[in-house]
């Protein structure tokens, strides 16, 4: 059985009284400061009334600004995800989308919402800030979506692993910018293995290793969660070409990995199978390997609404994972936050 981490402590960063938060990025800048993004201001799981907000902490998580609007459209802003290119731009990330509308609560929001609204607003977005996020400029659109968004590479490249469309079908597709976020191409894709064929692929997130090989893991679908193990699969030519995917021994979704100041590679997911939680997973080789065997548990939760979690490393070397889930039964899942030694 898995074993808990070094936990130096875990809080709640954001909590909104009879609201639903989910889904969550964390990024550091340069100067230290920690930047955290999520869709607040929920009333649940799939509503109309997602909007993308921004914490901050200038003290390594022990405490967090308000929070900040950064995106709220007539419809759903969903998974943010946020870094800091080398520019010092801040690059946000989310899609909009009107799932709510098959739900009866909110048919006649969704009756009142005419074809330009949706055509406008539905679809997969990021937002520039050149100014560490006093103002933000336009959305632009991208093919791309994935909880927790692009990262940047060592040539100077901004990449985005999601999940997109190519020819009118749906595709995980790797896109980039060479021009600090302003304009994106796709330039590859990753096929779908046959075993997973009827479940798909989905929800990526990327890291570049050590050695330049890109690693992406994936959350796959599917009815049985026991089943649900994440999948990887590798890119030696900066994301033009990728192997077929596979499955790790890793169980839970969906990933985000951070290459750590040692060169290892470090991802967080979230396990919805009892014991409930936020989970750690190490590759000492490049991703070649994950020690399933070394699996933590970041944080226990008391029920299977949590997860999305994301981890940045600070200067001594410890870990901050943010995640979403229900800090005190009865009420509605939080932003919450474990900081916790290797």
């Given amino acids: 059985m898995a074993q808990p981490v070094d936990a130096l402590w875990t809080r709640v960063i954001c909590k909104?009284?009879?609201?639903?938060?989910?889904?969550?990025?964390?990024?550091?800048?340069?100067?230290?400061?920690?930047?955290?993004?999520?869709?607040?201001?929920?009333?649940?799981?799939?509503?109309?009334?997602?909007?993308?907000?921004?914490?901050?902490?200038?003290?390594?998580?022990?405490?967090?600004?308000?929070?900040?609007?950064?995106?709220?459209?007539?419809?759903?802003?969903?998974d943010a995800g946020i870094i800091e290119t080398a520019r010092g731009t801040l690059l946000v990330s989310w899609f909009t989308a009107a799932s709510f509308e098959s739900n009866a609560d909110y048919r006649d929001y969704a009756a009142a919402l005419t074809t330009e609204t949706r055509d406008r607003f539905i679809g997969n977005w990021v937002l520039r800030s050149a100014?560490?996020?006093?103002?933000?400029?336009?959305?632009?659109?991208?093919?791309?979506?994935?909880?927790?968004?692009?990262?940047?590479?060592?040539?100077?490249?901004?990449?985005?692993?999601?999940?997109?469309?190519?020819?009118?079908?749906?595709?995980?597709?790797?896109?980039e910018s060479a021009d600090d976020g302003r304009s994106w191409n796709v330039i590859g894709t990753v096929s779908h293995p046959p075993e997973t064929a009827h479940r798909g692929l989905g929800e990526p997130h990327l890291v570049e290793t050590a050695s330049g090989k890109l690693i992406g893991l994936f959350r796959v679908g599917g009815e049985d969660l026991s089943e649900r193990f994440l999948y990887q699969a590798d890119s030696d030519d900066g994301g033009r070409t990728w192997t077929p995917a596979r499955v790790t021994p890793m169980l839970?979704?969906?990933?985000?990995?951070?290459?750590?100041?040692?060169?290892?590679?470090?991802?967080?997911?979230?396990?919805?199978?009892?014991?409930?939680?936020?989970r750690m997973c190490l590759s000492s080789d490049d991703g070649a390997t994950w020690d399933g065997a070394g699996?933590?548990?970041?944080q226990a939760a008391p029920n299977n609404d949590l997860g999305y979690p994301a981890a940045v490393q600070l200067s001594d070397?410890?870990?901050?994972?943010?995640?979403?889930?229900?800090?005190?039964?009865?009420?509605?899942?939080?932003?919450m936050g474990t900081r916790w030694r290797l």
């Fill in 131 to 175: 100014d560490g996020g006093r103002s933000w400029g336009q959305p632009i659109r991208v093919n791309a979506s994935a909880p927790h968004g692009p990262v940047q590479l060592r040539d100077g490249r901004i990449l985005y692993l999601g999940v997109g469309v190519i020819n009118g079908e749906r595709a995980i597709v790797a896109e």
């Fill in 295 to 298: 699996e933590r548990i970041v």
């Fill in 16 to 78: 909104q009284p009879g609201r639903y938060i989910g889904w969550p990025t964390i990024a550091r800048s340069k100067t230290g400061e920690l930047l955290a993004v999520f869709s607040g201001d929920r009333a649940e799981h799939i509503c109309p009334w997602g909007k993308t907000h921004l914490v901050r902490s200038s003290d390594d998580g022990e405490t967090w600004t308000p929070t900040e609007i950064i995106r709220d459209s007539p419809l759903d802003d969903r």
């Fill in 252 to 278: 839970g979704f969906p990933p985000h990995l951070t290459r750590l100041q040692d060169d290892c590679l470090l991802v967080v997911f979230g396990r919805r199978l009892a014991p409930f939680g936020q």
């Fill in 317 to 335: 070397g410890s870990i901050i994972t943010v995640y979403y889930q229900v800090d005190e039964v009865g009420e509605k899942t939080c932003l």
